[in-house]
């Protein structure tokens, strides 16, 4: 069963910028840069014939391109523990708009809705071995990161398959958004994800 979730991915330069800021915080676990991406939604493990009829939803959805503009850095914790490091985008309302284009697709073919709110970010590094005093110095020390804004043309459907370290990310079915054809380079769509 394919493990999947609808994300943006970056283009190099920005996770060039991203990159640069890893490092420096004892216990993190770092993302490699080839994982870098926003998520509009997580599915998890499906069903083949799901995963088709997810592609087909996803392919029906109509959205303008827009700039993405990454804003400051954060964290996110459970239970009183922090568990990630990101870097936040800010909610703009063409991504907003994606993003819930993105959530009525999946339900209309049978998904459960999206529990979490959506809070749209970059996530740099798992922080669950990290001591809490040396995140908050960290976000605080690069909280003004504002790298120029990038322009989105497509989204994606992701694989997720887990490993050792790191989960691998691949992009099975590209998704061009209206007006970004000449953007995306398309990736043939996966039969039978």
């Given at each position: ?58 392919s ?15 964290i ?40 979490r ?77």
């Amino acid at each position: 069963m394919p493990r999947l979730f609808v994300a943006l991915p970056l283009p190099d330069r920005l996770r060039d910028q991203l990159a640069d800021l890893a490092g420096g915080i004892p216990g993190a676990r770092w993302v490699p840069p080839e994982n870098y991406h926003l998520t509009l939604r997580f599915i998890g493990e499906i069903e083949g014939w799901q995963a088709d009829e997810v592609d087909e939803a996803l392919s029906g959805i109509r959205a303008r391109p827009f700039d993405l503009t990454l804003s400051g850095l954060d964290i996110f914790e459970k239970a009183g523990r922090i568990h990630s490091l990101h870097v936040k985008a800010e909610r703009g309302e063409r991504l907003l708009h994606l993003q819930s284009k993105v959530e009525t697709a999946l339900q209309r073919v049978g998904l459960p809705p999206e529990r979490r709110r959506f809070a749209p970010h970059v996530t740099l590094a798992r922080t669950d071995r990290a001591a809490p005093d040396k995140l908050i110095s960290f976000v605080q020390a690069h909280n003004l990161f504002r790298p120029e804004p990038v322009a989105i043309g497509h989204f994606c459907l992701f694989s997720s398959r887990l490993g050792k370290e790191q989960a691998h990310y691949e992009a099975e079915v590209d998704y061009a958004l209206t007006g970004a054809a000449d953007t995306a380079a398309a990736i043939p769509r996966a039969a039978g994800l």
